[in-house]
């Protein structure tokens, strides 16, 4: 990390990318409303905050170096995971609903998709890759970084800085959010919102996947 941002270039390159990457990634999308509710659940919430952590870092790096070109030479790919978002996000979406209809969803013991460690790490990673908006952030990523030349690792360490620090904030700070969750009321209304924040981007997707 510090031979990449010897330098005055380096060190240029690297707040460019942390510049970039909070400009793309502190928004309010799936993958943060699924974190938020892990975080207020305090069920796995850094095994999940490390998961995404990594798939970013992976598909950062990868990104800058040449991802770009991968999804360039087959636009097939584009579609797959534009389509797969959408369903990925329709069932999600769905499944909050359900919860929001019930009642107290993050209060039961039983709720499967907040106890069990490997379903909560696979929705991570669901919430990561298929997920159109991820690939669309890396594409826009590993253009940017064209333009810092031999610093362009930098850039992309700024970028990783950055996803590391939102999704640390996330996580964390939904936790000191736990307190209000104490009645059933309260978690209807946050998975009702999650329900129409997915849907909307389910939607959106379609929408865009059609014209």
Same mark, same amino acid.
């Given at each position: ?130 997920? @159109? ?45 736990? @307190? ?32």
């Amino acid at each position: 990390m510090f031979s990449i941002l010897s330098g005055g270039a380096g060190l240029s390159a690297w707040l460019s990318g942390a510049a970039t990457g909070i400009g793309l990634f502190a928004v309010v999308g799936a993958q943060s409303a699924f974190i938020l509710r892990q975080g207020i659940l305090r069920k796995h919430i850094i095994p999940v905050v490390a998961t995404c952590a990594a798939i970013d870092g992976i598909f950062i790096f990868a990104s800058v170096a040449g991802l770009r070109t991968l999804t360039q030479a087959l636009p097939w790919l584009t579609t797959v995971v534009l389509w797969g978002g959408v369903a990925f996000l329709a069932w999600y979406a769905w499944q909050s609903a359900r919860r929001a209809l019930a009642g107290g969803g993050g209060m039961h013991v039983d709720d499967g998709d907040s106890t069990s460690r490997r379903a909560v790490l696979i929705s991570a990673v669901g919430f990561s890759l298929i997920n @159109p908006h991820f690939w669309l952030d890396m594409m826009v990523i590993g253009g940017i970084a064209e333009n810092f030349g031999n610093a362009r690792m930098a850039f992309a360490a700024g970028v990783f800085t950055a996803s590391c620090l939102w999704l640390t904030a996330q996580g964390l700070g939904a936790r000191l959010l736990a @307190p209000l969750f104490t009645k059933p009321k309260t978690w209807r209304i946050l998975d009702g919102t999650i329900a129409v924040i997915l849907s909307i981007l389910a939607l959106s997707l379609a929408f865009r996947g059609m014209h």
